[in-house]
């Protein structure tokens, strides 16, 4: 008899093959029989799954869940989607490893994307020792990305100026370290500092250490808007020099300037796989983007931290220099555009006081209070500490359908989970794939889309008996009614659970049963091995 049976399942099993009728039968967290044939078996508890859909687990290849998935273990934005796993330690910038002056510095520069816990123990300071922290119980499992601009933020600090040889071998080796323990790869956040002041010789350094433990480097590039190929073009070309697998995360071409031009990113793409180089990406569905609205300033205003940056808006002269270079010159940090602040919707802010600015765009601030943008911008930074989050309404719907077509397309939704009012993203990524792009547009066919969320981010992750309905697989299942599955997180109301998503299974564990969360935590860090990535 077995422990669980999901019956008459119309079973997507996330390769890519044709749909297929089965039962599907799952033991001690492992599926361990698929009966297409014989009779479905005994079984201790069945679910009735006539007319669903049962697929692996979704993989977001892009989260900021770093400190969130311990802070709020319920994490129902992500397991409610159908998620499973997780990659963190995105853009250059997480808390492992991290010594306690990285940290500190690390905890005021993203508070936008992972909040601020007061009360929250760190207590790790390597990778491993944040890959068992996870280890304790989360609810959906986690891989993680060796941050290269905390390497840097440790090891040079955080002004802007080159590594010396020095100082690039001490960042390598405590990569390598991090790779050792468990993580899959390196990211960037290369237009956020002190990851952007690296040159392609210091990335590609690096980058051949992530090649030679088998990881993939997954860069924030310095562009998505006024040098975006050129940007693509300088990542395909440091994994080129370093042989490391590329994986281009949030892969978009936005603001004015890209429109309609997402074929000219596909045609650079497939020049890279053409010459040998392994090339994926990911994209979330979606026109606007999310970030902190310090992520807008130039980089040389940033130099040296916090603190720094803070003293640079308080003088005269600095503000005056980073003003027109955002109105009229524009800035590496809003990807060499000038700024348009009708673009620029404020999502979060961490000091009550600007709570009623939360919706409205920086211009509509302006007009309102009778200032000048950049005078708001100024003192929205200056009052909540740089911890403002925002929406840039900088996308293109051609381009997004152009994109995520793409043979090597995965799904991620680059989702921050804090702040009052945060993108939609984070409640709605993987159910509006399915609806808005399957059932609704027909943009990709439901078996290709479930293998976009599936079987091919798990080979990029070298994930080990995971990623696919397969016998010995781990029972990392959605069962969900392609019919009617929706999400329904708008911009005004972002924290809403997703419909027609049922079941969810993490380790053979139901974390969503008939719709609710139940109170589960059966997710476990993932370690990249020699043979491959798995849990321990």
């Known amino acids: 008899m077995t422990d669980l049976l999901i019956r008459d399942a119309t079973v997507i099993d996330g390769s890519g093959a044709p749909a297929f009728h089965a039962h599907v039968s799952i033991d001690a967290g492992r599926i361990t029989g698929i009966h297409t044939d014989a009779p479905a078996p005994a079984a201790r508890r069945t679910i009735d799954a006539a007319g669903r859909a049962l697929t692996p687990g979704f993989i977001d290849m892009h989260a900021h869940s770093d400190l969130q998935i311990l802070v709020n273990p319920d994490h129902t934005a992500k397991v409610s989607q159908g998620v499973t796993l ?27 994307w992972n909040g601020e816990p007061d009360d929250f123990d760190f207590d790790w300071d390597t ?52 790779l050792e323990e468990g993580a899959v790869g390196m990211s960037s956040g290369l237009t956020y500092p002190p990851s952007m002041f690296a040159d392609d010789d210091e990335l590609a350094t690096l980058c051949r250490v992530v090649a030679e433990a088998g990881g993939y480097y997954s860069p924030h590039h310095r562009s998505y808007g006024a040098g975006a190929l050129d940007a693509y073009a300088e990542m395909i070309a440091v994994a080129r020099t370093s042989g490391c697998a590329l994986h281009l995360t949030h892969a978009t071409m936005n603001f004015e300037p890209n429109r309609g031009r997402a074929g000219e990113l596909i045609d650079l793409i497939e020049a890279g796989l053409d010459d040998g180089v392994d090339i994926t990406l990911d994209t979330y569905p979606y026109l606007p983007g999310a970030t902190t609205l310090s992520a ?21 002269s600095d503000r005056a220099r980073i003003a027109h270079e955002l109105d009229h010159v524009g800035t590496d940090g809003c990807h060499g555009c000038v700024t348009d602040w009708r673009t620029i919707q404020i999502s979060g802010v961490r000091n009550p006081e600007l709570s009623p600015h939360v919706g409205r765009t920086v211009a509509e601030i302006a007009e ?28 293109h719907e051609e381009n997004v359908q152009t994109i995520m077509r793409h043979r090597t397309h995965c799904g991620g939704s680059d989702a921050i989970l804090v702040g009052e009012r945060p993108h939609p993203r984070a409640w709605g990524t993987f159910p509006r794939y399915l609806a ?101």
């Open 86 to 112: 997780e990659v963190v330690g995105q853009d250059g910038l997480s808390f492992a490893p991290a010594d306690p002056t990285a940290r500190a510095h690390l905890r005021r520069q993203i508070a936008g």
């Open 127 to 178: 990778v491993a020792g944040y890959l068992d922290r996870l280890d304790r119980g989360i609810a959906c499992n986690a891989a993680y990305l060796v941050p290269q601009g905390t390497l840097r933020l440790m090891v040079v600090g955080p002004d802007n100026r080159p590594a010396t040889r020095a100082e690039i071998a001490e960042m390598a080796r405590l990569l390598r370290v991090g």
């Open 296 to 316: 807008v300033l130039p980089s040389w205003s940033t130099s040296g931290g916090p603190d720094a940056l803070l003293a640079r808006i308080d003088d005269p």
């Open 368 to 395: 309102e209070s009778g200032q000048v943008a950049t005078d708001v911008f100024f003192d929205l930074l200056v009052r909540d500490r740089l911890a403002t989050t925002i929406l840039q309404h900088v996308g």
């Open 436 to 536: 808005r792009y399957v059932r609704e547009l027909g943009v990709l066919d439901l078996v290709d889309c479930v293998h976009h969320l599936t079987g091919r981010p798990a080979a990029r992750l070298r994930l080990q008996e995971r990623g696919l309905v397969r016998e010995g697989y781990a029972a990392d299942l959605v069962l969900l009614d392609p019919d009617t599955v929706q999400d329904t997180a708008t911009f005004e109301q972002p924290r809403q659970q997703a419909r027609g998503i049922d079941w969810v299974l993490v380790n053979g564990t139901a974390v969503i049963e008939d719709g609710h969360r139940t109170d589960a935590l059966p997710g476990r860090a993932l370690r990249r091995t020699d043979e491959g990535t798995r849990t321990r």
